[in-house]
């Protein structure tokens, strides 16, 4: 399975899912910070049960979904506008908003992974560290998310920093 983020002129960002030989054809041919036009995909609504960045709708890429690269690029300037830091949330008074949410390792994972698929390390850390304030103990997932999206960015120091924190928790247990 691979799942990627995708998002139209209107900054709206829906999952998009492949399973199996779709996975095969679309590998390597899918950039990121690339625009293409999509065509034969299926929309549906979302699984309750996964974390999804669409409340209601997602895409299935199947054998007969195409994709062309468009001509002219979608700015990530206007995607990255309305993304705001989650210090600034919860420094704004806004933490209320949260206050009948359990923490979710499964939640924080996916942010983390989109965050760093589109190369915010900075939100991913805000994120990593947001997590354990809020009692939510990270993972295996979560470190290896973590350093493979820091080592893929030439972020060494602190990839091997997370490495060795992560083999100090895994000692703890």
Same mark, same amino acid.
């Given at each position: ?43 549906? *609504?979302?699984? *309750? ?23 002219? *690029? ?100």
């Amino acid at each position: 399975m691979w799942k990627i983020i995708v998002v139209d002129e209107e900054v709206t960002r829906i999952q998009a899912i492949m399973f199996n030989d779709v996975v095969a054809k679309f590998k390597g041919h899918i950039e990121k910070e690339k625009t293409y036009i999509v065509s034969n995909g299926i929309v549906k *609504p979302t699984n *309750p049960k996964f974390p999804n960045v669409h409340p209601d709708l997602e895409l299935t890429f199947n054998v007969a979904t195409n994709t062309v690269e468009a001509p002219s *690029p979608v700015a990530m300037v206007n995607i990255l506008k309305d993304f705001v830091s989650i210090h600034e949330v919860i420094n704004n008074g806004e933490e209320k908003l949260f206050t009948n949410l359990e923490p979710d390792i499964k939640g924080f994972n996916a942010l983390l992974d989109t965050s760093m698929s589109f190369k915010m390390t900075g939100l991913a850390i805000e994120c990593f560290y947001l997590m354990k304030s809020v009692g939510c103990e990270p993972d295996r997932l979560t470190f290896r998310i973590l350093i493979k999206g820091l080592e893929s960015d030439g972020e060494t120091s602190l990839s091997a920093t997370l490495s060795r924190k992560r083999r100090d928790d895994m000692v703890n247990l």
